[in-house]
């Protein structure tokens, strides 16, 4: 019988649950450091309605945000810059992709979703037999 997601493991079993579904994401340290950064500079380019046009040229003189646009489809993978732009045409024009194309997307993400799994499954087969090693 399949069984749904054991949370007796508190917090932290809930928090790799849901990151494994792709709904709660972990930032990277360079990407804490950027929303700092931005942060920062929002905080020194608050502009007046009373600042000339040399003030508000040096306040924005080293503005530079950093922007990326990133598509997720409906399993939560990250798309490529072709797929998130086919997905968009195929959404604004109201036309569809054929069968097949769809057979073929759902049989990949399958084939993802197993390989993730033996992956993981691999990692912890690997740290319980090093754990094994050490005691």
């Known amino acids: ?14 928090l790799s649950f849901l990151q494994s ?25 608050v502009l007046n309605p009373d ?3 040399h003030t508000i040229e040096a306040k924005l003189r080293n503005y530079k945000p ?7 489809d409906e399993y939560g993978r990250e798309l490529s810059q072709k797929e998130a732009y086919k997905q968009l045409s195929h959404q ?3 036309k569809a992709p054929n069968k097949s194309k769809i057979a073929k997307k759902q049989r990949l993400v399958e084939e ?3 390989r993730k799994q033996s992956e993981k499954l691999l990692d912890e087969e690997k740290k319980a037999n090093d754990g094994l090693r050490i005691q």
């Open 112 to 114: 993802e979703n197993k």
């Open 51 to 53: 600042d000339d046009k």
């Open 1 to 14: 019988e399949p069984q749904g997601p054991d949370f007796s493991g508190g917090l932290a079993s809930t």
């Open 92 to 94: 604004f024009h109201g």
């Open 21 to 45: 579904k792709n709904v709660v994401k972990v930032k990277t340290k360079q990407e804490i450091e950027s929303e700092r950064q931005n942060e920062q500079l929002r905080k020194q380019i």
């Open 66 to 72: 950093q922007v990326s646009v990133k598509y997720h």
